[in-house]
């Protein structure tokens, strides 16, 4: 299957999503973020939406999107109300948004499943460019708040006490959690960032590692997730989404089963 | 270094119109041990955070070794009060080490000095060996006791400990009272410990701070713990019972007050 160029392209794609979802998805479990990071690929779903109505490239739009939902998540934090509610609450308008620019879009319906469900088969080499920009840039900004950001989540008080700025170090994750939902996007579409992202993190933490070890497992398994997605997804006639999905909630599964096993 | 570890004068604070703390003042002398003493609400959380800088008085001034509190560069080692731990699977040292020059921007590495200063905290409290579990699986005296060591990382002057005796068992409050008593004389710290009950620290403290409906008076044990002090403090007649070497608080009428107004001491 590697002799095809749109094989090794989606690889490689796969490879740059991996490498994000790994340690942004640890940092979301960590922080019991992961229904934010679920809210903002919805609402760079609607970003999408809208780029595309307006003619301009979906990625953009999705990753505009995400970072707008993200800082204001990060603004409105939990000083209007309970988060839970906050996030539910710019998930569902940003979806009902996104339905509204797909309901005017009525040329192309095949654009609007692959935002939701991804389509790592059509990803060109151009656009494997900019993923490949995306992981640097989202990388670089996390190794340069993962100090303080491990301090804030594991001892939120004294972190404050130690005079780390709490609300910027959380818009700053939420940004980088946007760029890397933008891109986990184009692999399993909108809907289902979460398998990537969330699934092989949560799997790493119940393995109880130490925090960059940890971060490390989780990128080991979300590259496993994928690649073993498009060789399963070749082989059979079921589409890439459907195995990474499938895949993340087995990894998870057997994280506990071994847990269960070593008694912890 | 200044003979006061902790200056505070009248200081006020306001939360939605209601002044948590009341026009506060006392001084602190570098090195004594100093119960902070009342009940629930009384403002003894809202004074570390105070203190710490995380709060800003809306009148009054706070001198920490002499100088004007600032937030995140002072030489305190703070433990807060205990919440549950958010990330239950990670280890005891990873959790310390977090805090470990955690303000820090770039990777958590942690080189060999660095290390070595986890393991040496960690020992101080007798806790190496507790450190290789995840927190999750520890008990809330286990968990207190890194959250201890976390604070002593970067040899703070003073220590912040807020009510670090709640949830042990009375013989473990001895113990535990104890530990934190031997580590400030051996490391010369000033430490304001806050707790609901005097009788665990009776021998080891040097002060007490009493705080009620956000007044505060600091002085000696057998100076403060009077009927006629508290009475004044609380604005309403109370009594302090002496029974032994232990010291109650109860509100006169006992009954049903008793438990409100009873700050410290527990009945058996
Ligand atoms: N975030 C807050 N907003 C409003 N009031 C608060 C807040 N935190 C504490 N208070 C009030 O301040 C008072 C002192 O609280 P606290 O310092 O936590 O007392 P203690 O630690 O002695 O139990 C209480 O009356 C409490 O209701
Ligand atoms: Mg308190």
Redesign the interface.
């Given at each position: 299957m590697l002799e095809y160029e749109f094989m090794r392209t989606a690889f490689l794609a796969a490879f740059l999503a991996a490498l994000v979802c790994g340690p942004v998805g640890w940092f979301l479990v960590?922080?019991?973020q992961s229904f934010a990071s679920h809210a903002l690929s919805h609402v760079g779903f609607a970003g999408a939406a809208a780029a595309l109505l307006l003619g301009q490239p979906a990625l953009l739009g999705l990753g505009l999107g995400a970072v707008g939902g993200g800082v204001a998540i990060g603004l409105a934090g939990d000083r209007l109300v309970g988060r839970d509610v906050t996030i539910g609450l710019v998930l569902s308008v940003a979806m009902g948004f996104g339905a509204l620019c797909l309901h005017f879009l009525t040329h192309s319906a095949s654009s609007a499943t692959a935002l939701l469900f991804g389509d790592i088969l059509g990803i060109g080499s151009s656009m494997l460019g900019w993923l490949g920009a995306l992981s640097v840039t989202c990388l670089m900004a996390l190794?340069?708040?993962?100090?303080?950001l491990?301090?804030?989540?594991?001892?939120p008080?004294?972190?404050?006490?130690?005079?780390?700025n709490m609300r910027l170090l959380d818009i700053l994750f939420l940004m980088i959690v946007a760029v890397a939902t933008a891109q986990c996007a184009q692999i399993t579409g909108v809907l289902l960032v979460f398998t990537l992202m969330i699934a092989p993190a949560a799997a790493s933490?119940?393995?109880?590692f130490?925090?960059?070890l940890g971060m490390g497992v989780a990128t080991l398994l979300a590259l496993l997730e994928a690649w073993l997605g498009l060789v399963l997804a070749w082989y059979t006639n079921c589409p890439t989404a459907f195995w990474i999905a499938a895949l993340g909630g087995s990894v998870f599964i057997a994280a506990s089963l071994f847990c269960r096993v070593r008694g912890? | 270094m200044p003979s006061s570890a902790v200056q505070v004068a009248g200081v006020t604070l306001l939360r939605q119109k209601k002044a948590v703390l009341d026009n506060i003042s006392f001084t602190v002398p570098a090195g004594s041990f100093v119960a902070v003493l009342g009940g629930n609400g009384a403002g003894k959380t809202t004074l570390f955070r105070t203190l710490?800088g995380?709060e800003k008085p809306s009148a009054g001034q706070i001198w920490i070794e002499g100088q004007p509190v600032q937030?995140?560069?002072m030489p305190?080692g703070?433990m807060?009060q205990v919440r549950a731990m958010?990330?239950a699977?990670?280890?005891g040292?990873?959790?310390v080490a977090?805090?470990q020059?955690?303000?820090?921007?770039?990777?958590?590495?942690y080189g060999k000095q660095a290390r070595a200063d986890i393991d040496a905290a960690l020992a101080a409290v007798d806790a190496q060996a507790l450190a290789q579990r995840?927190v999750g699986?520890l008990s809330g005296g286990e968990r207190q006791r890194l959250?201890l060591a976390?604070?002593l990382l970067d040899n703070p002057h003073i220590l912040l400990l807020d009510e670090p005796l709640v949830s042990l068992d009375p013989a473990r409050m001895r113990e535990t009272a104890e530990r934190i008593h031997t580590l400030a004389r051996d490391r010369n710290m000033t430490v304001l410990m806050s707790t609901h009950d005097i009788n665990p620290l009776m021998g080891l403290m040097d002060h007490v701070l009493y705080m009620a409906h956000g007044k505060a008076v600091l002085g000696r044990v057998e100076d403060v713990m009077t009927t006629q002090t508290l009475s004044a403090l609380y604005g309403a007649p109370v009594e302090v019972i002496k029974a032994g070497n232990r010291l109650f608080v109860v509100a006169e009428g006992g009954g049903a007050s008793l438990q409100s107004c009873m700050c410290m001491g527990h009945g058996a």
């Open positions: 960590l922080r019991g190794a340069f708040v993962a100090r303080p491990l301090f804030a989540s594991l001892q008080e004294q972190a404050e006490a130690r005079g780390v933490l119940r393995m109880g130490s925090p960059l912890s | 710490l995380l937030k995140g560069r305190i703070y807060p958010v990330a699977q990670i280890s040292w990873s959790t977090a805090a020059q955690g303000w820090k921007w770039g990777l958590p590495f995840p699986s959250m976390q604070a």
